[in-house]
């Protein structure tokens, strides 16, 4: 295989790639945010205790993670058709990639809250914070370098994820590694999406790292 | 000013039931500077959140200027609590904001507007003298400059009460002193009512106009500062001034003298040994300077029983020097 030929296909599932790890961050990080202050809010002593409730949430987080994504990608194909219409092609491939990825992000996002300092929180109770100020101003606020430092990761995992969704059509650059340069034989195309993967990779972290460094003021 | 009447507060954990606070009613005044001094687990802090009510107390009530917080619904509290000023043993700073953007977190909360709140915070970071740090963050501070921080922002929505929790207590010496000395100039300028917990006498000592002994739970003693150390068998005489247990020297009688307020009283050595013709030898002694006034202990020794030294004793009493036998 050329240049000439690999060059278009490259493209192709880097574009595959960017697009259902980019749409999946997104959902992501709004759906972990929710469980995952849900998750500590809802704890023993939380500002809204709620135990069945958390105990309910922790069980649904424990399960999503526990189920080998490729086996999730596999076992969630009527919740995808009923979602989005089919079960083959790129959108198809976001859903399982969104479903894996909330429970993964919503635990780091419930760390990440842990860490904030409990007097902080008790002096924003003194001077008469309500409980959506406490969340949006304090914890979320104050989390921040951790989340944007979990969600870097969250990324990361989610772009080893996407490997795995040429088995629903939803191409990529872990497709093409698979179908040409393993299948196929052609290391030329192996050693190029592995290359950009890790080029990938270290650019997200890269920017991850800026990021938490310019939030951060401990 | 505050008011605390029955207060009870019991913690529950894997079915043992430990009693914070068993039943404490404690009184401070307007305009004073009020301290609990306690050691650590005696419930000082769960005292303390309780006024704010970031505790809710089992039984009694908690009144600050003329409301019973605990009577009101959820909403009206939060109001309330934004009349009462808290500071922090551990700052309890946001990492994340600048100086400026600490002080302003209250005012946010309280509504004030974007420019009305620059303006205020300005004036608080004067007041507190960090005037020239507004931009930085909590992180790039001394620890007296975040408890300088710490005040400001409790002071933000012009408070009648300010709650210390240990707020030097992370402080080195000096620190500390010049932290008293802003929370004692508070309470002169703007007529600020303290009440503030501690571990440490020298709180009691430097600042406080009454205190309270709180020991597993209950008050022991309280009152003003200066009555409690001159009251013989006080709590808080016997921590601010140290004697130690009584030698073993026989054929003598070892007193504890409470030295009163004024100078006068003072010459009573001198006195004794005029009068009776006895040779009296100083053990051990104790003078600070308290709350304005000066007040302190003499441990002496007189020679013969007590029953030889009635005599002398009874001139100690009727002098008003309070007078305890200790051996």
């Known amino acids: 295989m050329t240049w000439a030929d690999l060059g278009p296909l490259l493209w192709q599932g880097a574009k595959e790639t960017g697009y259902m790890v980019g749409?999946?961050?997104?959902?992501t990080a709004i759906g972990g945010l929710l469980l995952g202050v849900l998750l500590v809010l809802t704890a023993r002593g939380g500002l809204l205790a709620a135990r069945p409730v958390h105990a309910a949430l922790g069980l649904i987080v424990n399960i999503g993670r526990s189920l080998p994504f490729i086996i999730l990608l596999v076992a969630i194909i009527p919740f995808t058709r009923a979602l989005v219409g089919t079960t083959i092609g790129t959108a198809a491939a976001i859903v399982p990639l969104t479903v894996a990825a909330i429970p993964f992000f919503a635990r780091i996002v419930e760390t990440a809250i842990r860490e904030?300092?409990?007097?902080?929180?008790?002096?924003?109770?003194?001077?008469?914070?309500?409980?959506?100020?406490?969340?949006?101003?304090?914890?979320?606020?104050?989390?921040?370098?951790?989340?944007?430092?979990?969600?870097?990761?969250?990324?990361?995992?989610?772009?080893?994820?996407?490997?795995?969704?040429?088995?629903?059509?939803?191409?990529?650059?872990?497709?093409?590694?698979?179908?040409?340069?393993?299948?196929?034989?052609?290391?030329?195309?192996?050693?190029?999406?592995?290359?950009?993967?890790?080029?990938?990779?270290?650019?997200?972290?890269?920017?991850?790292?800026?990021?938490?460094?310019?939030?951060?003021?401990? | 000013m505050i008011q605390i009447e029955g207060l009870r507060k019991a913690y529950h954990s894997r079915g043992r039931t430990v009693v914070a606070v068993d039943g404490v009613d404690l009184e401070v005044r307007e305009g004073e500077v009020y301290g609990v001094l306690g050691r650590s687990g005696a419930g000082k802090s769960t005292l303390l959140r309780c006024v704010n009510l970031l505790e809710r107390p089992d039984a009694g009530t908690v009144t600050v200027d003329g409301v019973d917080l605990t009577a009101l619904p959820e909403r009206r509290l939060?109001?309330?609590?934004?009349?009462?000023?808290?500071?922090?043993?551990?700052?309890?700073?946001?990492?994340?904001?600048?100086?400026?953007?600490?002080?302003?977190?209250?005012?946010?909360?309280?509504?004030?507007?974007?420019?009305?709140?620059?303006?205020?915070?300005?004036?608080?970071?004067?007041?507190?003298?960090?005037?020239?740090?507004?931009?930085?963050?909590?992180?790039?501070?001394?620890?007296?400059?975040?408890?300088?921080?710490?005040?400001?922002?409790?002071?933000?929505?012009?408070?009648?009460?300010?709650?210390?929790?240990?707020?030097?207590?992370?402080?080195?010496p000096e620190t500390t002193a010049s932290i008293l000395e802003l929370l004692r100039d508070l309470?002169?300028?703007?007529?600020?009512?303290?009440?503030l917990i501690t571990h440490e006498m020298e709180v009691v000592k430097r600042i406080c106009d009454s205190a309270a002994v709180l020991r597993e739970g209950r008050i022991v003693e309280s009152g003003r500062v200066r009555d409690l150390l001159t009251r013989p068998g006080s709590a808080l005489g016997q921590e601010i001034f140290r004697l130690g247990p009584p030698p073993d020297l026989p054929g003598t009688t070892i007193v504890d003298v409470t030295l009163p307020d004024d100078s006068a009283g003072?010459?009573?050595?001198?006195?004794?040994?005029?009068?009776?013709?006895?040779?009296?030898?100083?053990?051990?002694?104790?003078?600070?300077?308290?709350?304005?006034?000066?007040?302190g202990r003499l441990r002496i020794a007189l020679p013969g029983s007590a029953e030889v030294n009635e005599a002398p004793l009874r001139r100690l009493r009727e002098a008003g020097l309070a007078v305890e036998v200790a051996r």
């Open chain 1, 23 to 27: 749409v999946s961050t997104v959902l």
């Open chain 1, 116 to 218: 904030v300092d409990r007097d902080v929180v008790a002096a924003a109770r003194a001077m008469g914070a309500s409980r959506p100020e406490i969340v949006f101003k304090v914890l979320l606020r104050e989390a921040r370098p951790g989340l944007v430092a979990g969600l870097t990761i969250t990324v990361i995992a989610l772009i080893g994820y996407s490997a795995m969704a040429g088995v629903v059509g939803g191409g990529g650059l872990g497709d093409l590694a698979i179908r040409y340069g393993y299948q196929r034989f052609e290391n030329s195309v192996m050693v190029a999406t592995v290359v950009l993967l890790v080029v990938f990779v270290q650019l997200i972290q890269s920017l991850g790292d800026l990021i938490v460094r310019w939030l951060s003021h401990k």
């Open chain 2, 78 to 172: 939060r109001q309330h609590r934004q009349r009462i000023g808290m500071i922090h043993q551990h700052f309890a700073l946001l990492s994340s904001r600048t100086v400026a953007g600490n002080v302003a977190f209250p005012l946010e909360v309280m509504g004030v507007d974007r420019r009305e709140r620059a303006q205020r915070v300005a004036e608080l970071l004067d007041l507190v003298g960090l005037g020239d740090r507004a931009r930085a963050y909590p992180a790039q501070l001394s620890g007296g400059q975040k408890q300088r921080v710490g005040i400001a922002r409790a002071l933000a929505g012009r408070p009648t009460v300010l709650l210390s929790d240990e707020a030097t207590s992370a402080l080195d």
């Open chain 2, 187 to 195: 309470n002169r300028r703007l007529g600020l009512t303290i009440l």
């Open chain 2, 266 to 295: 003072r010459s009573f050595v001198a006195d004794l040994a005029r009068r009776y013709d006895v040779d009296v030898r100083i053990l051990a002694g104790s003078i600070e300077t308290v709350a304005d006034g000066q007040a």
